[in-house]
Structure formats: C-alpha cells, structure tokens
C-alpha cells in the first residue's frame, strides 16, 4: 500500500467533490470512507488510474450518506449526477482547496486551522502547537470551523493572506516537524507566485528556498540537530540561497514591505555569511524591529533577544529577553544559551534541561539534554 500516493491525491479528490456540489464536511467524511476502502482493497491490485477510482468511490459515499436524509426525488436526482468510472483529470486541484477553505465566512486563524487539517495533513497536537494553544483549544476551533462551512457552497474563495499563512504553516511543519510538507509547501508557493503578482508572495517564496537551502546541514549522519552557527556552509544549497536572494531583492525594491519579506531579509543575511563569525548580526537585529513592528509577536521578540545578545553581548540579550513570558515555548533553551555565553554555566545547565522536558520533538530533546550535560560536566 502506496500511503504517499493517497496521501497526495486527496486534496485534488476532496476538491472535486467540492466542486462537483456537496458540502466541504460531507465531501471529507467521503473521501475519508474512501481512503479507507483502498486500504482494504489495493494491496490485491491497485487501480491503474488511483485518483479516479478514489473519486468515483468518494462519490458513491457521498451519494450514500445524502440519500440517508433525503427525500426520493433527490436521491434520484443525485444518482442522475454519479459520474462514469474512467481516468480523472490530471490537473492539480490543490492551490485552489487551499483558497477554497479560506473562505469568508471563517475568520482567518480558523481559515488556517482548517486547511492545514482537511488539506495539509497535520494533526491538531501540530497545529496547537503552531498557534502556541493547548490542544484542546485548537481541537474546539477546528470544530467550529467545520460547522460554519457546513452546508455552504465553496463558490467564494478567500483571501491571499490567508492562503500565505496556512503555505507558511504547512512549510515549518515540514522543515522540522513529523511528517515532510515542505516540499509541498514551496511547490504550492511556487504556484502562487507565477499567478498573483505580490511582494509577500514572492516574499515567503524566497523564505522558504532560503531555509530549505540549509536543510541538508540540519541534522548530523546520527540524526541530531545541528545548529545554525555549526553547520557545514558547504552543504547549502547555492543555487536556492541564489534563487531565493533575487526573489526577495525584487520583492523588497517594490517598497511594500511585510513580514514575509522581513524574515526573508534575516535569513538572506544568514546565507550571505561565509562562517557564523561574520555574521551581520546588528543588521539582523534591524530586520527583527522591522519584523516585530509589523507583527507584535513574542515568537520575533523571543529570536530578536538571541540577536541583541550576538550583536550587543548576552547581557543586552538577557535583558530584551525579560520582559518576554518564560512559558512561551523556547524561552528556556534561549535564556539558557544567553547565560552560557555570559559565563554562568550553573544557571545554563539547569535552563537546558528545563528546556529538554519541553522540547516538542526528539531531536531537540536530545540536543538540549547534551548541551546541559556537557555544562554540569564542566562545572
């Protein structure tokens, strides 16, 4: 059983669905009963034409559960619209789910949240932890999203920052989280970009090459993480740093600045340097009051705090952090960071295991947990 192929026909099945008329809750509880027949049945032989057996199939349950409820005419009138079995068509409806689920009657953050479980695959523990809400919160908003759209025609797409955010979220998860979106993610922005001429599309485009460039350095041959200021520059991707730098250049010389932009911008700087030391951390610090400013978020101000503390001294970046709540995630391996390079080691070995036991995922654990032993041993 192929799971990456179903996995990646079934936003263009559910989007056929919805554009064949049935209703965006009904359409993925059909393609849901869909997915699990193929599971049952394609280890025998799998169909030559996989997305338009899962159409036709996904069909025939929405069929189904319609003519539970209603009258006779309708069903009758429903069968009328079964389509024929035979090869569906190529085109990829993905984009255009995204827009649809985005749709105007759902408030933004509820938009996103909906999208990136029913199209982007991720669970709603991921998703929490994106918004920096407990799970139960997230599983409530995805709830209520679902019933707002229930029984609306998906005929009014929503807005492009919307879609931007959801591209955004899919991307992260993807870069460092448990299942492989960005990819994805780039090849959907890529999309966007070629059809809607805005600075802060080609803004998150560029930021996207520009991480994705470093992925390679990311983990060592075991699996740990290895850190931005360690990494073999060697292995980034030239050409995407390249790519990415001329997209941001040209989006940032139409002077409608967004945080897209600013984060491309900081992550440019990033690539520019030949080794960690020449890092141009004072203007880096200038793009996150850019970035700060245009969004108010303690995330920004969480990693504006580590750039004070490489461009001013860990005491400068001890005291912008401060004022930041020490439960937002990562606080705890920041400030321990800071006070290792100012020397209190006693202090930075307690705040690294303190950040291990929050870590949401097992490399980063590990990672903490060794920088925190390796301090106790030194002291």
């Not at 027949?37 to 338009?52: H, I, L, Y």
């Not at 360690?230 to 002077?255: C, F, K, N, S, Y």
């Not at 967004?258 to 030391?277: M, S, V």
Request: glycine share 6%.
């Amino acid at each position: 059983m192929d799971e990456a192929l179903l996995r990646s026909l079934t936003p263009g099945v559910l989007a056929v669905l919805v554009r064949r008329g049935a209703d965006f809750a009904a359409a993925e509880d059909a393609v849901q009963d869909a997915l699990v027949e193929a599971v049952r049945s394609w280890p025998g032989e799998q169909p030559r034409d996989a997305k338009g057996w899962l159409v036709t199939v996904a069909w025939r349950k929405f069929l189904d559960a319609r003519r539970a409820d209603t009258a006779r005419r309708r069903r009758e009138d429903l069968v009328d619209q079964e389509p024929a079995p035979g090869p569906a068509p190529a085109a990829d409806d993905t984009l255009r789910l995204y827009f649809l689920c985005a749709h105007p009657s759902l408030t933004p953050s509820s938009a996103v949240a909906l999208t990136l479980r029913a199209v982007g695959g991720l669970t709603t523990r991921q998703i929490a932890q994106a918004y920096l809400v407990p799970e139960a919160t997230m599983a409530q908003r995805i709830s209520r999203a679902k019933r707002t759209v229930s029984g609306v025609r998906f005929d009014r797409p929503g807005d492009v920052a919307t879609v931007l955010r959801v591209l955004y979220l899919v991307f992260n998860e993807g870069y460092s989280g448990d299942v492989d979106l960005a990819a994805e993610a780039i090849r959907l922005t890529r999309q966007l970009a070629a059809v809607i001429d805005h600075p802060e599309v080609a803004g998150l485009l560029a930021l996207m090459l520009l991480h994705h460039a470093r992925r390679a350095a990311r983990t060592a041959p075991d699996g740990s993480l290895v850190p931005l200021a360690e990494q073999d520059r060697t292995r980034w991707d030239t050409r995407a740093i390249a790519e990415g730098v001329g997209i941001l250049q040209a989006a940032l010389a139409r002077d409608r600045l967004g945080e897209f932009q600013a984060q491309a911008a900081i992550a440019a700087l990033h690539a520019d340097a030949r080794c960690a030391e020449e890092t141009d951390w004072v203007q880096i610090v200038e793009w996150y009051d850019e970035l700060a400013r245009l969004t108010d978020s303690p995330v920004v101000r969480l990693n504006r705090a580590v750039a004070v503390g490489e461009a001013d001294g860990p005491r400068a970046g001890l005291a912008a952090l401060a004022p930041l709540d020490t439960a937002l995630p990562r606080h705890a391996a920041v400030a321990a960071y800071l006070h290792e390079r100012d020397g209190d080691l006693t202090t930075a070995a307690r705040l690294y295991a303190e950040a291990a036991h929050r870590a949401p995922d097992l490399a980063e654990r590990d990672y903490l947990t060794r920088r925190a032993a390796r301090l106790n041993a030194r002291r």
